[in-house]
């Protein structure tokens, strides 16, 4: 019993490592373990200071100790959310967009749009400025972003983030 605990820990941290700032469900969705195993398992990966955990909104994120600094942490917050990580490969890809681009690329609401570019205006992803009667956004640090897409590739299992990196390094 206690080897077969001890590779559910391995494995969780393993996950954890591969994809850095998944959530809870996440990760109980792709372990397909009971969520009390799952918490009993990040309790004690906690403990042995081997992860962290950071809130994040209505999620709890986590990380392995001392792989990633505080902005790298919020990048990766910010990037496992698909409608965010789709508009920052957006930007990266055609340097600025207006609202309206944005929008019809996305296939969302205008509203919806807007909440997600003020998250990312408020954590300093992407900046606006004005053109005439236009607001255009483009991406803040498009090196920092691209790094991270890039060196996590197989922890996003998106096919856009793919497309993305075959244009990037070109």
Do not use: C
């Amino acid at each position: 019993m206690r080897v077969q605990g001890l590779e559910q820990s391995q494995q969780i941290y393993e996950h954890i490592l591969r994809f850095p700032g998944s959530h809870f469900r996440e990760i109980q969705r792709h372990l397909k373990l009971p969520v009390g195993t799952l918490q009993y398992h990040l309790t004690n990966l906690r403990r042995d200071e081997l992860i962290i955990q950071k809130k994040d909104g209505e999620y709890v994120r986590y990380y392995a100790i001392g792989l990633f600094t505080e902005r790298e942490k919020k990048l990766f917050s910010l990037l496992r959310q698909s409608p965010i990580r789709h508009i920052a490969i957006m930007l990266l890809t055609n340097e600025e967009l207006n609202h309206k681009r944005i929008v019809a690329e996305l296939q969302l609401s205008p509203a919806t749009t807007s909440w997600y570019l003020d998250k990312m205006l408020e954590s300093k992803l992407v900046k606006k400025k004005r053109k005439g009667k236009r607001v255009i956004y483009s991406v803040a640090r498009p090196d920092e972003i691209a790094k991270v897409l890039i060196t996590y590739r197989s922890s996003f299992l998106d096919n856009i983030v793919d497309r993305f990196i075959e244009i990037w390094e070109r």
